[in-house]
Nanobody, 125 residues
């Protein structure tokens, strides 16, 4: 199982970025996906999750109405569209999958695994 995040970069506050998480080595369409982030000196925190079908989503309060998680099962890729970025969004963003097929999406990192290499997002004011 491999998850590769990409799309990070350095932007100004108010700008947008779209992150991608390309999966391989398993049946992508059967597993929920999530994005987490870790800022320097802070613990990893939940950002967003999407069910295996794409029907259900969860968001952290801090990103609700600014970020949108989506997935394309045919392309085996999950996305995180980030709008109205703020300096406090600066972090390394990583994707992960729920451990069980057809599993539930949650806010807890304990329920996710196969963490991909993250992509750095830097937002300057």
């Amino acid at each position: 199982v491999q998850l590769q995040a990409s799309g990070g970069g350095s932007v100004q506050a108010g700008d947008s970025l779209r992150l991608s998480c390309e999966a391989s080595g398993y049946i992508f369409s059967l597993y929920p996906m999530a994005w987490f982030r870790q800022a320097p000196g802070k613990e990893r925190e939940f950002v967003a999750a999407i069910s295996w079908s794409g029907t259900y989503t969860l968001y952290a309060e801090s990103v609700k109405n600014r970020f949108t998680i989506s997935r394309d099962n045919a392309k085996k890729t999950a996305y995180l569209q980030m709008n109205k970025l703020r300096p406090e969004d600066t972090a390394v963003y990583s994707c992960a999958r729920v451990q069980k097929r057809y599993g539930e999406i949650t806010y807890s990192s304990d329920d996710y695994g196969n963490w991909g290499q993250g992509t750095l997002v830097t937002v300057s004011s």
